[in-house]
Structures are given as structure tokens and as C-alpha cells.
């Protein structure tokens, strides 16, 4: 069996969406004068690896709490478009977790990377939609920019979005267990997350 873990690393130096929140992650204890570590960490919702609920652009679009569990875990599967964002989904399943890897995430920590982003395209989004994928995501930060009308599609049929997820050059064209944990937050339009994929062999 082998894990790889495809989420992106929380420190000071993570990258934030511009006029977002910028974490705060500090040392509130040490065992030299209080007996134990504990740090105080302060971030967005929308910080980090993340998931994207439909109430994050929607009104009346569900929140991460109205989905289950089973929702966030399921058949994964990475599809390569750094070169043709118009890829094939002829291996797209019915509920599954599709990734697409677009190199942009070897970006981040410079002022690229809120730059020229690459995006979800209608017709993809549409054809995602028609395989009736569960969620989708890429080692991006969005999948699309203002007004966020890829958003509101995928979010309009319960499709979740996962943002900001690393390593999946390691999964390109193989299929994998994928497991998408959440912090479990009340009421939440989103939340960071543990995302992993596991292969069998």
C-alpha cells in the first residue's frame, strides 16, 4: 500500500488569496515555562489545502455539516492538463473525485502565483457535471476567477471544490482510494482539509 499525502503545508509562510485573512500561528506556550507546547493558530476558512462548499457562493447552497461522510471519501482519480486544458475523460467515473494537475502549486510562496492562474473551463465543467463527479479539484487556488461562475455550476448540482492540493504529479492517470477530511466546523462554506490517495499494491 502506498499513502501520498496531497495536502499543502500549513506555516507562516502558506500562500493567502489576496484581501483574505492571513494566518497567525503563534507559540502561546513552552514546556522551558509553562510544563507543555501549545500554539495558537488563526486562519480562513478558505486557508491552506481547503474544500469549497456550495454556501461559500450560494445563499441557500449547503454547507460542508448538511453533506456525509461518504461524500468526502471515494474513487479518485489525477488527469494531467498543464498542456491541454481540454483534457479526455473517457476514465471518469460516476461520483468520483476527479484532480486535475496544472504544475501551478510549484508556484506558490511567489508573486506568481496569483498570477495567470489556470482555470476550469464551461465546457469541462459542464462535462464533469455530465459524468456526475462528486468533487473536483487542482494544485490551484481557484478553479476559476471573478464573478466565479464555475463555482456557482459545480455548486448549483452539490459538486465540492478542493483547492490548494499538492504531489499530484505523483497520481497522474491512476486511479486511488481518496480520503478529503475536513475540519468539522458548524455551519462552514468551507474548511482546510487532509486530503490523501491511497493505491493498493
Known sequence: MKIFDLTMMIDEQTPVFPDSLKQEIKQTATIEKDG?????????????????????????????????????????IVIDTKNNPEPSLDEVKQND??????????KAGSEEFFKNNPTISKLLAQRLIDKKVKIVGLDSFTPDNAPFEIHKLFFKHDILIVENLVNLEKLIGKRFKCYILPLKIKDADGAPCRVIGIIDE
Open 97 to 106: 473525485i476527479v484532480f486535475f494537475y496544472t504544475e501551478h502549486t510549484k
Open 36 to 76: 507543555w507546547n501549545e500554539k495558537r493558530i488563526s486562519f480562513s476558512s478558505h486557508f491552506s489545502t481547503h474544500i469549497d462548499a456550495p454556501f461559500h457562493m450560494l445563499k441557500e447552497g449547503k454547507k460542508l455539516t448538511d453533506f456525509k461522510m461518504d461524500k468526502f471519501i471515494g474513487e479518485g
